[in-house]
């Protein structure tokens, strides 16, 4: 399954609401070779973890609303709680939070 694109603000509080475990990439509409393996590489090989796309831009308020402060953080959440967040644009560190809430921790 490939990464969501949030379009809302609602939407993102609904996928929260719906999924345990949730990787939100908040980024700006650059496509490049980062967010295309998180797109659709990370995204296929985790199918527990629902991986979503925020553009920073359209969603200025969330991201505010989630403290995010720089381009290509990625937020984690289980169970609809921010239980890390990862400023670095590391393939390793993402895939090592998807592999953490893979399993529940």
């Known amino acids: 399954m490939s990464a969501v694109k949030v379009t809302t603000t609602e939407q993102f509080y609904q996928l929260l609401r719906e999924n345990w475990r949730v990787i ?3 980024e700006k509409e650059e ?3 980062f967010t295309l393996w998180y797109e659709t590489g990370i995204s296929v090989r985790y199918p527990v973890v629902r991986f979503l796309t925020v553009n920073m831009d359209d969603l200025s308020e969330l991201a505010a609303e989630q403290e995010v ?3 290509y953080t990625f937020c ?5 709680d921010k239980v890390e967040e990862i400023t670095s644009r590391s393939m390793f560190d993402v895939e090592h939070a998807a592999k953490r809430l893979e399993f529940g921790q």
């Open 76 to 80: 984690v959440y289980f169970k609809g």
């Open 24 to 26: 939100a990439l908040f």
């Open 31 to 33: 496509p490049n070779e």
């Open 69 to 71: 402060k720089t381009l």
